[in-house]
């Protein structure tokens, strides 16, 4: 039996790492695609270049590494299925599961190096990647700029915003329809130009870049310091053929290409990262919670706290000879529209505006308060996610193995046909399951934990009746005992006819 595992299982790690090979080079061409314009013809040299793929290959893995075990397991017992090699083992009285029994032994340490390997180098390679591309769009400004959006200029003393529709020529130096937001110290857009073309010109030997705009507006708000000029809103406006801003990169000539930055994403984290910030972030946003509550309840004043009687006075007032009460007259006012009523005309425009304000004022603060609280609980969510992520991927590679194995075996085709066709119907599932699983559980509509562990559990169901269907060598859908069923019917009631 030895030598019959060492077979299987050589068998297995051929496919599994050539599978491994082919999908990795695939994903590394989908990926990158993404970042080939931030990357080439920026003078950067193919050693950056270099780096940016070794960093990003391991944040592949969650996807390539179920995929190669489905597909690996599919050819494997595929081909032994098809070469009837299957037909010789259970000749022998070997089982199907005892033929898997070295892949189970294999898959096992692979789902516990994934966990590993997910937990300690995935976070780090997230983060130097993340690193690399921060610090090459310091070094190299046209980097920075991304097409259609607004993109920030680090690392310069110029505090702005810009935004281009196209980048060409060398280096993309030549911009078109270029919009800039200026900040303030205040870290405030008061300033906006606009421009028709832009150019940005440098040199090694300068420290200044030269961002020349032509054919375009500026725009500014003036801030008086006089309150009843700010009132007035004054703002400043041109028109210019041509406007040169200089942008001092000098604090950006020792930029290091490799130094690490904070770790500011949930990816970067381990499990023990994740667990300590999981806390801090629930309590963090449980004190957001209660305090603003508080804040809008003093404001509507709806709920006044009850104070504490003294109960010292209580006895006092006791001893006392009680005193002579006198009549008072009721309030004849009981209800807000009485109140209003009993007001002039002009005071009761002035109550109303002021309600109407103050209502506006709250709802507003209740708005923007709500808006930051979903991206708290958005950023919260997705640490839980990556946390039960990290795990249900270990465990994916070893489902997805169940239901690989005994399906190559019912198919019983080898060759990267029909099972990479299958492999890929069957990943692309547990895929799209996963991602829109995610993004529920990020929205919070569902637990995050859940959202990490249901493209597992759905495949889990499907393992088991797989494996059962190819031990006992039924076909890959059967509906033999439906038909067995209805006919039975049909017979019962043709015999209750005759007795009748």
Request: charged share 25%.
């Amino acid at each position: 039996m030895k030598i019959l595992d060492q077979y299987i299982l050589r068998r297995f790690l051929y496919n599994f790492f050539s599978s491994f090979f082919i999908l990795i080079v695939i994903f590394i061409f989908q990926g990158i695609w993404l970042f080939i314009d931030d990357l080439a013809g920026k003078g950067l040299g193919m050693v950056i270049i270099g780096k940016f793929i070794f960093y990003f290959i391991p944040t592949l893995v969650d996807k390539v590494l179920p995929l190669t075990v489905l597909l690996s397991s599919i050819l494997t017992f595929g081909t032994f299925a098809e070469n009837y090699e299957f037909a010789a083992m259970k000749a022998s009285g070997i089982s199907l599961q005892r033929g898997m029994r070295s892949l189970i032994v294999f898959v096992l340490f692979l789902g516990v190096v994934t966990f590993f390997f997910a937990n300690d180098v995935i976070p780090i390679s997230e983060q130097k990647m993340f690193n690399l591309r921060r610090n090459i769009a310091k070094v190299k400004p046209a980097a920075a700029i991304t097409e259609g959006v607004f993109s920030d200029f680090e690392g310069t003393g110029e505090g702005m915003n810009i935004k281009v529709d196209k980048k060409h020529g060398e280096q993309d130096r030549f911009l078109d329809n270029v919009i800039i937001h200026k900040k303030t110290d205040q870290n405030i857009n008061n300033t906006v130009i606009k421009a028709k073309s832009g150019e940005l010109i440098s040199s090694e030997e300068s420290d200044i870049i030269q961002l020349v705009l032509k054919d375009g507006n500026y725009y500014e708000e003036v801030m008086p310091k006089d309150a009843k000029e700010r009132r007035k809103q004054p703002f400043a406006k041109s028109n210019f053929e041509t406007y040169t801003i200089n942008i001092d990169i000098s604090e950006l000539n020792d930029q290091d290409l490799e130094e690490d930055q904070n770790i500011t994403t949930n990816k970067m984290k381990n499990v023990g990262r994740l667990i300590k910030d999981i806390d801090s972030l629930r309590e963090n946003n449980l004190e957001k919670v209660v305090a603003f509550s508080k804040n809008v309840v003093n404001r509507m004043g709806a709920f006044p706290s009850k104070v504490p009687k003294d109960t010292t006075k209580q006895n006092l007032e006791l001893i006392q000879p009680p005193k002579k009460v006198e009549k008072t007259e009721q309030d004849s006012i009981k209800t807000i529209d009485g109140f209003i009523q009993s007001l002039e005309q002009w005071e009761q425009i002035q109550v109303m505006k002021k309600a109407q304000n103050e209502v506006s004022s709250i709802l507003n603060t209740v708005t923007s308060k709500k808006n930051e609280l979903q991206s708290r609980y958005k950023f919260y969510n997705s640490h839980i996610l990556s946390l039960h992520q990290k795990y249900a991927l270990a465990l994916s590679c070893i489902i997805l193995f169940f239901v690989g194995a005994p399906l190559g075996a019912i198919i019983r085709k080898g060759g990267l046909g029909l099972p990479m066709v299958v492999a890929i119907i069957l990943f692309l599932t547990y895929y799209f399951i996963g991602v829109f699983a995610g993004n529920y559980a990020k929205e919070g509509n569902i637990h995050p934990a859940i959202g990490a562990w249901l493209p597992t559990m759905i495949m889990l169901p499907l393992g088991i009746s797989l494996t059962r269907r190819a031990t006992a060598d039924k076909g890959l859908v059967g509906f033999g005992h439906f038909i067995d069923r209805i006919k039975s019917i049909f017979k019962k009631k043709d015999k209750e006819a005759e007795d009748q």
